[in-house]
């Protein structure tokens, strides 16, 4: 979502994804789709998916890639 709103400027994105070491991290979804699942699905390993919105704790808890 962006544009102005009165004086304002507003950006706000609804996914960010980044490649960072031959990796997909996802920084951002703010969606319905769960995009990981989505990635799995056309045949993306997932130790090739970093889940960057989430801790790095928290990343050891999953079937993704930690970094």
């Known amino acids: 979502m962006q544009g ?3 004086k304002d400027y507003t950006f706000q994105s ?3 994804l980044d490649i960072i070491n031959e990796k997909i991290w996802i920084q951002w979804n703010n969606t319905t789709c769960e995009i990981e699942i989505e990635l ?3 045949g993306v390993a ?3 998916i970093v889940l960057g919105v989430k801790s790095p704790e928290f ?3 999953t079937d993704f890639a930690v970094a």
């Open 40 to 42: 799995l699905k056309k």
């Open 59 to 61: 990343r050891t808890y």
């Open 4 to 6: 102005w709103r009165d």
């Open 46 to 48: 997932a130790n090739e």
């Open 14 to 16: 609804l996914i960010h």
